[in-house]
Each structure stands twice: as C-alpha cells, then as structure tokens.
C-alpha cells in the first residue's frame, strides 16, 4: 500500500502508539513520555492530536497524558473513573466511556473492549480507582480494524474481539512481568487471527524480556510479527 494511502503507526516505546489516519486524524494511545526510557529520542510529536487513548491509569500508560492533552489540543477518551481523574489534572475535554461502548472519533469507530490487568493511579494525594484496565479497537474508516490491547493477560474472550471486530492488525504486550509474555502472546495471536502484530510493552526495563522474535519463533507463517524500534513508523 502506498504511503498516502494507508494508515500509519508509530511505535514510541513501551505501549506508546502514535497513529494517523489518512484523513489526519491523530490519535495518541497510553501516552508516556518523560519517564520513558525508551522515548525516541528528538521525536516531535505532530502538532495537533485529536484524541489520547487511556487503558489503564498506571503511569507508564497515562504519565504525560494531561500536558499532551493540554499542550496539544486533544480530547482524552478512557473508562469513566480515569477520565475524571484526568479532568481533574485540568483536562478541559475528555470523554469517559465504558465497556462495550463505541464512540465515533472523526474517521475512527473506537470501541473499549476488555483487559484483565490492575488499574488504579498513584500520585503524591495517594492511590485512586480510576476503572478497570481495558483494551481499544479501531476501525479506521476506508482502512484497517486496529486493536490495542492495552496492559493484559491473555484471555479466551479475545475470540469475541475477533468475532465482532476482526482487527487485522493488533498491538500487544509481549515483555511479560507485568503482562503476557511471548508464549502467552502467541495463544493470543491463536484467538484473535491477526494478519500483523506489532508488539509493545517489551524492552522497556530489564523485567520485561520478551522479544519478538520469541512470539515470531511461536505463531505460524500466517501471522507476521513486527521486529520494530521506537520511532519507527508501520504503514498499514
Ligand atoms: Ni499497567
Ligand atoms: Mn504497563
């Protein structure tokens, strides 16, 4: 597919996912930037973001939420408690949705599906509830059905996110630790029948050691598992 054609997504380390639609819709998942090890370095990002995606209220996924949101003019979109508790950091737009629930973000149906992972966020005031952990699907009008899994376990009902949704692309967390690893990834790969996965969560700190090249060893040829950097850009 040529470049102005498809939809383009960039990794920019841990669960960081920058993607942009052929329209310029601009939608920022589990932004984590300043704490990121793994940030590329230099990277800018666009000027304007439309949405920011939360899945969990876990630093490492909502660290830089508020201050990109500010800074560039997006709406933030999570569960309902995670959504107050960003309005509260000042947030102007946010839009706090719920299992299940679809919302249309310009050219992008986003539906939040499940997760099975903690999710409360911790700041100087202490621990809050902010919802449960959940995963995104987007179906980018006259493009491809993108998942996100967001922090999880595998799960069997991620046959159900194949069955309603049929994402050909997915993102999932392969470092294990704190979520699935390779082996687990791969049971994953099983439920949902993904042309592409493009692995996250990995290589961020010394426990999270699951490569692609593990998941890559353990799915079939059907399946092509992405061995990219962060900062690098996939167009699908
Ligand atoms: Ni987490
Ligand atoms: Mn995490």
């Given at each position: 597919?040529?470049?102005?054609?498809?939809?383009?997504?960039t990794?920019?380390?841990?669960?960081?996912?920058?993607?942009q639609t052929?329209?310029?819709?601009?939608?920022l998942?589990?932004p984590?930037?300043?704490?990121?090890?793994?940030y590329?370095?230099d990277?800018?990002?666009p000027?304007?973001i439309?949405?920011?995606l939360?899945?969990?209220g876990?630093?490492?996924?909502?660290?830089?939420?508020?201050?990109?949101?500010?800074?560039?003019?997006?709406?933030?979109v999570?569960i309902?408690?995670?959504a107050?508790?960003i309005?509260?950091?000042?947030?102007?737009?946010?839009?706090?949705?719920?299992?299940?629930?679809?919302?249309?973000?310009?050219d992008?149906?986003v539906?939040?599906?499940?997760?099975?992972?903690?999710a409360?966020?911790s700041?100087?005031?202490?621990?809050?509830?902010?919802?449960?952990?959940?995963?995104?699907?987007l179906a980018?009008a006259g493009?491809?059905v993108?998942?996100?899994s967001?922090?999880?376990?595998?799960?069997?009902d991620?046959?159900?996110i194949r069955?309603?949704y049929?994402?050909?692309?997915v993102?999932?967390?392969?470092g294990g630790?704190?979520?699935?690893g390779?082996?687990?990834?791969?049971?994953a790969?099983?439920?949902?029948?993904?042309?592409t996965?493009?692995?996250?969560?990995?290589?961020?700190?010394?426990?999270l050691t699951?490569?692609?090249?593990e998941?890559a060893?353990?799915?079939?040829?059907e399946?092509k598992v992405?061995?990219?950097?962060?900062?690098d850009e996939?167009?699908?």
């Amino acid at each position: 597919m040529s470049k102005s054609q498809a939809t383009r997504i960039t990794w920019l380390g841990h669960a960081t996912v920058l993607i942009q639609t052929v329209q310029g819709t601009n939608i920022l998942i589990d932004p984590f930037i300043a704490h990121n090890p793994k940030y590329p370095k230099d990277f800018e990002l666009p000027e304007k973001i439309d949405f920011v995606l939360l899945t969990h209220g876990h630093g490492d996924h909502i660290g830089d939420a508020a201050p990109v949101a500010k800074k560039h003019g997006a709406t933030v979109v999570a569960i309902y408690e995670l959504a107050d508790y960003i309005a509260g950091q000042g947030v102007t737009q946010t839009m706090g949705m719920n299992l299940g629930g679809t919302v249309t973000l310009d050219d992008v149906t986003v539906t939040m599906v499940d997760a099975k992972h903690s999710a409360a966020a911790s700041d100087e005031k202490g621990t809050h509830y902010v919802g449960v952990a959940v995963g995104f699907v987007l179906a980018v009008a006259g493009g491809p059905v993108l998942y996100h899994s967001g922090d999880t376990c595998v799960f069997g009902d991620m046959a159900l996110i194949r069955e309603i949704y049929q994402p050909r692309v997915v993102m999932l967390p392969i470092g294990g630790y704190y979520t699935m690893g390779p082996q687990e990834a791969a049971v994953a790969c099983r439920l949902l029948e993904p042309e592409t996965v493009l692995p996250i969560h990995w290589g961020t700190f010394p426990a999270l050691t699951g490569t692609p090249a593990e998941l890559a060893a353990l799915v079939g040829p059907e399946v092509k598992v992405v061995h990219w950097k962060p900062g690098d850009e996939i167009s699908v």
